[in-house]
C-alpha cells in the first residue's frame, strides 16, 4: 500500500495475518513501491510502516519450505530479488525512514536494517533468527556489518538472539525509541524537520556519497551473500529447522 502525503510516501506492509512475512509477491511490490517514490517530485522522504501486530517477521517459511525443492539456479534468482530490494532501500537518494510499531526479525529486521533512520516502540523486538532454523543470514550481513560493525554484526548472527528496541538504538540499528502513542507522530514530524530544513539535493548527494564509500566491497559481498543464501535452502539443517519450525517441535542440532 502507497500513499503520498505533505511531501511524505508512505509505503506499508499489508500482510497483517502472516505478519508481513516477506513472500515473493510483498518483495516485487515493495520494490516498485520504492521505485515508485524515487521517481516522484513530489515526494523527499520516504516512510516504511506496517499494519497489524508486527512491523515483519521476515521471510515466509512456507515459501520457503517450497523452495527447497528448486534448483539452485532458481533459487538464485529469488535469492538476488530480496537483495535488489535491500540494495534499492539502502542507496535510494532518498531519506527512508522505518517506522515500527511491533517485532522486527529475520528478514524484517534486514528491511530496517537498510533504512536510513529508525523509530521503534519500546516493546518491539529485533534480531536475525536465521541459525535458530538452519538458514544462513546472508544478505543482510553484508549491509549490517556497514551499518555496525563486525564485531556487533557478528554477534547477533551468530547468536540469532532477539534483543530489545532499546539494545537496538544502543547498537545503532535504530534511531530512536519512542511510546506506542506517540510513534506516528514522532515519525511525522522528524520526516517534516527533514524536508523543510534540509536541501533534498544535499541529502541525496551525502546519502550518494556515504553509499560510494563501501560500494566495491558491498557488491562483491552481496554476490557472495545471495549465492550462500541460495544454497542455504536445500541443507539438510535448513530442510529440519523449517519443517520443526512449521511444525511447532524442536530440532534436534
Given at each position: 500500500m502507497t500513499k503520498v502525503a505533505d511531501r511524505i510516501g508512505y509505503i506499508t506492509l499489508n500482510r497483517p495475518e502472516k505478519r508481513n512475512a516477506l513472500s515473493p509477491d510483498l518483495i516485487t511490490g515493495l520494490k516498485e513501491a520504492f521505485e515508485e517514490m524515487e521517481d516522484r517530485d513530489d515526494v523527499k522522504v520516504i516512510i516504511l510502516r506496517a499494519n497489524g501486530k508486527a512491523f515483519c517477521a521476515g521471510a515466509d517459511l512456507s515459501?520457503?519450505?517450497?523452495?527447497?525443492r528448486f534448483t539452485f539456479e532458481e533459487n538464485l534468482q529469488d535469492s538476488n530479488k530480496l537483495k535488489d530490494l535491500f540494495s534499492l532501500i539502502f542507496t535510494l537518494p532518498k531519506v527512508v525512514i522505518a517506522q515500527v510499531q511491533g517485532h522486527a526479525l529475520a528478514g524484517g529486521c534486514g528491511l530496517v536494517t537498510v533504512c536510513d533512520f529508525g523509530f521503534s516502540v519500546p516493546e518491539a523486538l529485533f534480531g536475525y533468527t536465521e541459525v535458530?532454523?538452519?538458514?544462513?543470514?546472508?544478505?543482510?550481513?553484508?549491509f549490517l556489518r556497514e551499518q555496525i560493525g563486525g564485531a556487533k554484526t557478528q554477534e547477533l548472527l551468530l547468536s540469532g538472539g532477539l534483543i530489545s528496541a532499546a539494545k537496538a538504538s544502543e547498537l545503532g540499528?535504530?534511531?530512536?525509541?519512542?511510546g506506542d502513542d506517540s510513534l506516528v507522530k514522532e515519525v511525522e514530524s522528524f520526516a517534516q524537520k527533514l524536508i523543510h530544513q534540509n536541501s533534498g539535493f544535499s541529502m541525496g548527494q551525502t546519502k550518494?556519497?556515504?553509499r560510494a564509500l563501501s560500494q566495491s566491497s558491498r557488491e562483491n559481498g552481496l554476490k557472495m551473500a545471495a549465492e550462500v543464501n541460495a544454497a542455504a535452502r536445500s541443507?539438510?539443517?535448513?530442510?529440519?529447522?523449517?519443517?520443526?519450525?512449521?511444525?511447532?517441535?524442536e530440532p534436534n542440532w
Open positions: 515459501y520457503l519450505q517450497a523452495m527447497q535458530k532454523i538452519g538458514f544462513v543470514p546472508a544478505i543482510v550481513s553484508v540499528l535504530i534511531t530512536e525509541v519512542v550518494k556519497l556515504l541443507h539438510e539443517d535448513c530442510v529440519k529447522g523449517i519443517s520443526s519450525f512449521l511444525n511447532k517441535t
